[in-house]
């Protein structure tokens, strides 16, 4: 039986009407985007067609997901809203806190005495509010959610950018900030500009070495990590329902690299299969009644080009194995040639670690692939050149592998079985084999592979690969390593060559599991203390912002930020995650990982009022002290990355007034607005290059504040010359109104007042 089963069928049961009066009134055949997205609505049965890209668009998502580093925030966000209940199905994923070192069994014991407290205040915060929680060891965020939650033609948000993994089951899930998250939970709309549709026709079928994860990482090389910005990627054709439902779900999982606003795929049997398996056959029965609007319409898939505002193909017969990396997970390179690439541009040929799970690669069909091969490095007596890690991505993964003899041939191998958690992924990794700043090399089967992000040593070059193919190239020790050409010698001095993987989509024997770490929320939580000691330095209660105004004169320039800054840059992970629900001691790591464009340093900018140089957030202290707002300045795609709001809440609280970029990735944008911020983009991108150091800014006509209007910048530099210069915004009329408010959350709580 599945969750929340009722609410699977309310959404079917209204779905063929409302998608049925968006083909009227658009005039043609429709998307699977197009179907979720206008049967979503908020208002109920569609009454206009909306423009993509440009229309703002108020949906009822169906339900929420948050992992526990984002979900501390939300939370505390959601104790603030004057609600007794989540006004949709949610839920708490206990994954992001627990540090990869020993192995599962010590890596677990230690996570829950260290964040015990942390613990605590999420399980009773979910139990007081009627959330479901999910208790640290019990998996990854989106592998759980694939095997519990995602269903056909859904719509879901989480606190998580890789939320967008559940499209492999066909849903519209959107990864998302916290105060979007609390929105939704206190029974608002949630917003959304209706995205721009990119159409992947994959045709063939895989075979070889070449795996799901190869369609995204050439999808990747193709889009860059700004292209899918905007767009929904729905992919279709023969080759995608050639896949399996895991399989999709990783393609859908790294669409957040290519900046997607999430990924899907139209219902199929391989769905089918895998919602049975996992003891769903009410979703699938249920889903199998309207099978034709849980896929787009045949006239679409078959002149694409028509309905998609962009159109790509992808020959899975002629496709090829990739690492794609270092430092960016958009580098696409096939297997065959990394090699005189590495050496062209002096990467580490050795390689130190293989690293296999995640939430993009947990699978149980993953870790066959994986052990496939690892099991023949067993009996050809091939030592591995490379240490091994396992991150199981659920726990009913983990205890169905180990029932089937799969973890035991890592084992073999020497391999350490982390905890069913993100581990290294996160940059939650004790890595033992490094220390200092030493130039290295690791593949993993991860989705980001940005510097510093796995064992924070920014001379890690880190490569995304499937992991079988991970698998090979860690037993070979090294990243030009081909198995489907080159040969490896044995311990007994013999020539052997690794057969291609294999794998099996969905265990023969079903799934199996002793305790799956939920925890189920009391039906009255009223009486339910959550309680926060003033003296924690994990957790704080919020004190709401106060509105910035109308009027902002004599603001200093903070960091004009180089070339990539994303949300790692802006609040970094790893060793900061232990803060996320403290705004104040979180706030330290405001932005120190952004290169600044004056010295080209990171944490280290000019203070204006001492002329001294200092960290950023310590000069934002000082600023803030003094009453003074400051003014970030940044380059392209500013914000990319994870989801967390914190890049957002840092500043806020740290007396940032405005973000002023030549572009924003979409998620932080709009966590920008819904703390009660500026996030503008130059009008002229090559305004840029006019900010100084020793800047001050008036912004002219703030109290003009409207949509589709410009704001005039007067720029006052320390020569005493101006320049007036233009700068662009995409706010509405209810996030202006977020804004003169002080955030999006002062005006829920004045509204449920």
């Known amino acids: 039986m599945a969750f929340d089963i009722d609410m699977i069928k309310k959404v079917y049961a209204t779905m063929a009407e409302r998608v049925d009066a968006a083909r009227e009134l658009t005039g043609k055949p429709l998307t699977l985007s197009e179907k979720i997205l206008y049967s979503h609505l908020w208002d109920g049965n569609p009454t206009k067609a909306f423009v993509r890209g440009k229309d703002y668009v108020d949906f009822a998502p169906d339900r929420i997901a948050c992992q526990d580093a984002t979900a501390q925030m939300a939370l505390l966000q959601f104790m603030q809203a004057g609600k007794a209940k989540v006004a949709v199905p949610t839920t708490v994923h206990c994954d992001h806190l627990i ?28 139990n007081k509010y009627g959330i479901g929680f999910w208790k640290p060891g019990a998996g990854i965020i989106h592998q759980v959610v694939l095997e519990n939650y995602a269903f056909p033609g859904g719509m879901m948000i989480g606190t998580d950018s890789h939320t967008v993994n559940a499209g492999g089951l066909g849903m519209v899930a959107i990864g998302v900030g916290g105060a979007d998250a609390v929105d939704v939970m206190a029974g608002m709309a949630w917003e959304l500009k209706f995205p721009k549709l990119i159409g992947v026709k994959l045709t063939g079928k895989l075979n070889g070495w070449t795996s799901a994860k190869d369609v995204i990482l050439k999808v990747a090389g193709i889009l860059t990590v700004k292209g899918g910005t905007g767009a929904i990627i729905e992919y279709f054709g023969e080759g995608a329902k050639n896949l399996s439902c895991t399989g999709k779900g990783t393609i859908c999982n790294m669409g957040a690299e290519v900046g997607a606003t999430t990924s899907t795929f139209g219902y199929d049997d391989s769905m089918e299969r895998y919602l049975r398996s996992t003891d769903r056959a009410d979703v699938a029965d249920a889903a199998n009644e309207i099978r034709e609007y849980l896929t787009g319409d045949d006239e679409v898939y078959a002149n694409p080009e028509q309905y998609f505002d962009e159109v790509i193909e992808i020959n899975l017969d002629e496709l090829r194995p990739h690492l794609n990396g270092p430092f960016t997970p958009d580098l696409a390179t096939p297997v065959g040639e990394l090699g005189a690439k590495a050496k062209e541009n002096g990467w580490p040929i050795k390689v130190d670690w293989g690293l296999i799970g995640s939430c993009t690669n947990s699978s149980y069909e993953d870790l066959t692939r994986a052990a496939s091969i690892a099991k023949q490095a067993v009996d050809k007596k091939i030592k591995p050149k490379s240490d091994f890690g ?14 089937d003899g799969i973890l035991k041939i890592f084992e073999d191998l020497d391999a350490t079985i982390f ?16 220390k200092g700043e030493e130039k290295n090399t690791i593949v993993h089967s991860f989705n980001r592979n940005f510097s510093k992000r796995a064992d924070g040593n920014p001379n890690t070059h880190a490569f995304v690969g499937s992991p079988e193919m991970v698998a090979a190239i860690a037993i ?24 291609e993987p294999k794998g099996i989509e969905l265990p023969p024997q079903g799934f199996a599991v002793e305790d799956a770490g939920y925890v189920e929320p009391v039906a009255d939580g009223s009486g339910v203390n959550v309680v926060v000691s003033p003296t924690s330095e994990r957790l704080q209660l919020l004190t709401p912002f106060e509105p910035i105004g109308g009027n902002i004169e004599g603001a200093k320039l903070l960091i004009k930020a180089f070339g990539k800054c994303t949300t790692d840059h802006i609040s970094m992970a790893g060793p900061w995650l232990r803060f996320r629900g403290h705004l104040d001691n979180i706030s330290n790591n405001m932005l120190i990982g952004a290169v600044n464009a004056f010295n080209k340093k990171t944490n280290f900018v000019k203070n204006q009022l001492t002329g001294e140089y200092q960290g950023v957030p310590d000069t934002a202290r000082e600023y803030k002290a003094n009453n003074i707002y400051s003014v970030v300045v940044g380059d392209h795609n500013y914000g990319e990355g994870s989801s967390r709001e914190h890049a957002a809440m840092e500043p806020r609280h740290l007396g940032v007034a405005a973000v002023i970029v030549k572009s924003f990735a979409r998620i932080h944008e709009t966590n920008l607005k819904k703390q009660g911020m500026l996030g503008l983009t130059f009008a002229n991108e090559n305004d840029y290059d006019l900010i100084q150091e020793d800047d001050t800014f008036n912004f002219v006509d703030l109290n003009e504040f409207a949509p589709d209007k410009q704001l005039t910048l007067e720029v006052v530099h320390a020569d005493g010359s101006k320049d007036v210069i233009k700068l662009n915004h995409s706010y509405n009329d209810s996030q202006i109104a977020w804004y003169k ?6 005006l829920i709580k004045k509204q449920n007042a």
Not at 741 to 746: D, I, Q, R, W, Y
């Open 99 to 126: 540090q990869a070192k020993q192995g599962a069994a010590p890596d677990l014991k230690r996570a829950n005495e260290t964040s015990n407290e942390v613990f605590d205040f999420l399980g009773s915060v979910s």
């Open 741 to 746: 408010e002080g955030s999006a959350l002062n």
């Open 476 to 499: 070979s020790g090294r990243l030009d390593f081909d198995p489907a050409n080159d040969t490896l010698i044995n311990e007994d001095g013999e020539e052997v060559k690794l057969d």
């Open 419 to 434: 905890t069913n958690a993100c581990g290294p992924c996160i940059g939650q990794w004790d890595r033992s084999d490094l």
């Open 390 to 403: 396992i991150n199981p991505g659920s726990e009913q993964i983990r205890y169905t592998a180990e029932r």
